[in-house]
């Protein structure tokens, strides 16, 4: 900007060289290895016969790892659990990212009305648009995967706005849903109406993808340590060049929320009000674990319909009565499988506080992760137990 015209501005970009360095950094290499091509040709090769007997992810991130179902499965049941687990996970991958291309929209408005933003908006643009061929391919080879073995949706699901339950798992009913659809109108205005908040949201962002980050470097290095690259099932392509997209965004996040911020004014009382109610949903969404999938805060109870049509399908062949107990012995009983899911979350936990450490707005409840640290196993135990009889009693009226 002009230096004489900067007296009438109050803040630039460019008054932190650091920041915007980074962030031009970060877009460049972004752009140079930019994986939306292969992506997209990566969806149109997509044939689930040719890895129909292969897994696709590393062991332990199959559904139900570590659980008495996964240790009386044979072989071919294994192949299917784990199979599951990558459409269940990226199911959930892609809620979030519809979510994430509306708020980049949103938030670019509000971030566009300070001088030299345009960098950071570029950055997201690039980021919503890779987001769309994610999308695109994770639906196409769960949604293949699906039909191919179920014959119907398991954990797919038709195309959805950014308006609903971000968790597609989540513990929520009517009441909740609505207020949760009115409260995302909200933000929505306010991130495109305050420069705070529109930058802000990426330190919501960086903390939801945090978790994500863990993960997905581990589905990612099973394509990496693949001895046979060229022969891999393409969802192991998938997971391996979507993680390597995802680390470009998780760096713009944090770039974004911790030294971009600091181009701004100092937010009003209720600009951080609004900032911490954002860190306290998602410290709500991340509340639970799922014992059926390690590394998705998924609540177990909305589970277990699909569970149970699982154990009903052919692939498993199971009653009524042998679905039910494998249920309660899954479900109502400690695991090795439960144990790790709640591991993993409390790693999450960990690495969530250390990335707000240093963000001068947040407040003490969502520093410490106080809303989250209040579940445990034996909190996780208790309400599966009651949830899965009223399950039962649910599937005998019906
Ligand atoms: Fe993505
Ligand atoms: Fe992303």
């Given at each position: ?109 509000g971030l566009y009305t300070i001088e030299d933003f345009r960098i950071v908006c570029d950055t997201l ?274």
């Open positions: 900007m002009n230096r004489v015209l900067a007296q009438r501005h109050d803040r630039s970009l460019l008054d932190d060289r650091k920041g915007y360095r980074k962030i031009e950094l970060n877009y460049r290499k972004n752009k140079e290895q930019d994986n939306t091509a292969m992506m997209d040709r990566l969806a149109a090769e997509f044939r689930y016969d040719d890895c129909r007997d292969r897994y696709w992810n590393p062991e332990m991130f199959s559904l139900l790892y570590g659980t008495p179902l996964w240790e009386q499965a044979d072989s071919g049941q294994r192949v299917k659990l784990n199979q599951l687990y990558w459409a269940a996970y990226y199911s959930q991958i892609i809620s979030a990212e519809i979510a994430t291309i509306f708020f980049n929209q949103t938030s670019a408005a643009d690039l980021e919503s648009a890779q987001e769309r061929a994610h999308i695109n391919v994770f639906k196409k080879i769960s949604e293949d995967f699906e039909e191919a073995v179920f014959g119907e949706r398991i954990f797919t699901y038709p195309m959805r706005g950014p308006y609903t339950e971000t968790m597609i798992y989540a513990k929520t009913n009517m009441a909740k849903s609505l207020w949760r659809k009115l409260q995302l109108n909200a933000y929505t205005l306010l991130s495109s109406n305050s420069a705070f908040i529109g930058c802000q949201y990426f330190a919501v962002r960086g903390v939801r993808t945090l978790n994500g980050k863990l993960i997905q470097h581990q589905l990612s290095q099973f394509y990496f340590k693949d001895p046979d690259q060229e022969h891999a099932p393409i969802p192991l392509k998938v997971s391996y060049y979507h993680f390597r997209d995802e680390s470009f965004h998780f760096n713009s996040s944090t770039v974004i929320s911790h030294e971009v911020l600091n181009s701004l004014k100092e937010p009003t009382p209720f600009e951080k009000w609004v900032a911490n109610q954002g860190l306290r949903g998602s410290q709500s969404d991340h509340y639970h674990f799922s014992t059926a999938i390690n590394g998705l805060f998924w609540y177990d109870p909305a589970l277990y319909p699909k569970i149970y049509k699982i154990l009903r399908s052919p692939v498993f062949g199971m009653s009524d009565n042998e679905a039910r107990l494998m249920m309660v012995a899954c479900f109502a009983e400690e695991s090795e499988g439960m144990h790790a899911s709640a591991k993993s979350r409390q790693i999450a936990i960990d690495s969530y506080r250390e990335y707000l450490a240093g963000l001068k707005y947040v407040d003490q409840t969502n520093k410490e992760m106080a809303i989250m640290r209040r579940n445990s196993v034996a909190q996780h135990l208790t309400t599966n137990r009651h949830e899965l009889r009223r399950f039962f009693r649910r599937i005998e009226i019906a």
